[in-house]
């Protein structure tokens, strides 16, 4: 697992415990294309829904076809763990 990847497994960590602040903390000193999606997902946590969809287009997501909280959190974890080679 690379330490990009790392940082993000720790920000998602923080994510699932309902700690946003944080995993924004985190997730905003990396500028892939993951932790977009990731610091998009983290403004829908907080409520900011107009900057969650900035961030899902600077991850070349669709932020309308998202699913819940818990559904992208999840879809989150399975790409993760596909870029690192491991199972989510």
């Not at 294309?33 to 829908?44: E, P």
């Not at 107009?50 to 989150?76: H, K, M, P």
Request: hydrophobic fraction near 40%.
């Amino acid at each position: 697992m690379t330490a990009s990847h790392t940082l993000l497994a720790q920000a998602l960590d923080h994510l699932r415990a309902g700690r946003w602040t944080e995993g924004h903390n985190l997730v905003q000193t990396d500028t892939s294309a993951l932790a977009a999606w990731l610091h998009g997902i983290v403004h829908i946590q907080e409520g900011d829904l107009a900057n969650a969809g900035y961030w899902y287009r600077q991850a070349q997501r669709n932020f309308r076809s998202r699913g819940s909280l818990a559904e992208e959190l999840d879809r989150f974890a399975a790409e993760l763990g596909r870029c690192s080679g491991i199972d989510s």
